[in-house]
């Protein structure tokens, strides 16, 4: 699976959009970029993935460039509750295998009141 | 997470002792993963299941064993605990085609090996 840099912290006003990095330069053509984020203690929540289109959910939105080397997830109206690691991580579809995720160190996110 | 529950939450067991932690689903997932956390090492993979009686080892097998002898329970058992397995234990599950393979992750389980 192709290898994810991201920064390892930023910080983010509340009620203002959370913008998180991440750089895939390696990532294959049947690769996906998976978001999960995991809250202090909690188990990582699932939150958007892609693979080449910006996808957008009831959490967040993901920006894809059109190289596929690098995404950005956005939480457009960053609660105190978004405080939390995010793990950007890019592995193919599983295509009926059961393809595990390769966590790395992932953002943490403060939101700051 | 609804779907998805561990049991026990809190453990604390002695050094030599064998300690079995459970993982229950009620989503039909075909797929099911045992992770560890610890500090400076994130999350890494224990054993997984593909199916009914189908395990295989993760990045980090050493020590544990699993079975799947029902579709909504995956066990994870430590043969003889040791110290370097005080950790924090997360259950996954997952399948393809109800989940666009989305993982859904159970709350934990703190295991303390003394």
């Known amino acids: 699976d192709a290898k994810t840099t991201q920064p390892p912290s930023m910080d983010c006003a509340e009620g203002r959009a959370a913008n998180l990095p991440c750089n895939h330069s390696t990532i294959s053509g049947n690769e996906y970029v998976y978001w999960y984020r995991q809250i202090h203690s909690q188990g990582p929540q699932y939150i958007i993935h892609?693979?080449?289109n910006n996808e957008t959910n009831e959490m967040a939105s993901l920006i894809i460039t059109e190289d596929r080397k690098s995404s950005t997830l956005i939480l457009p109206h960053a609660t105190l509750r978004d405080t939390a690691v995010y793990y950007c991580?890019?592995?193919?579809?599983?295509?009926?295998?059961?393809?595990?995720?390769?966590f790395g160190s992932g953002t943490q996110l403060t939101v700051l009141p | 997470d609804a779907g998805i529950t561990q049991s026990p939450r809190h453990k604390v067991t002695e050094t030599g002792t064998p300690v079995t932690l459970r993982c229950h689903q009620t989503?039909?997932?075909?797929?099911m993963y045992w992770y560890r956390q610890d500090p400076g090492h994130g999350l890494r993979l224990i054993h997984y299941?593909?199916?009914?009686?189908?395990?295989d080892k993760g990045e980090v097998s050493d020590g544990y064993s699993v079975s799947r002898s029902k579709t909504e329970d995956f066990l994870l058992t430590l043969e003889s605990a040791t110290s370097s397995q005080t950790s924090v234990y997360f259950c996954a599950i997952s399948d393809p085609v109800t989940t666009r393979d989305g993982y859904t992750f159970g709350s934990g389980t703190r295991l303390t090996v003394v």
């Open positions: 892609g693979l080449k």
């Open positions: 299941s593909y199916g009914v009686k189908d395990t």
């Open positions: 991580i890019v592995r193919p579809f599983s295509s009926g295998s059961a393809r595990q995720l390769t």
């Open positions: 989503e039909n997932h075909r797929y």
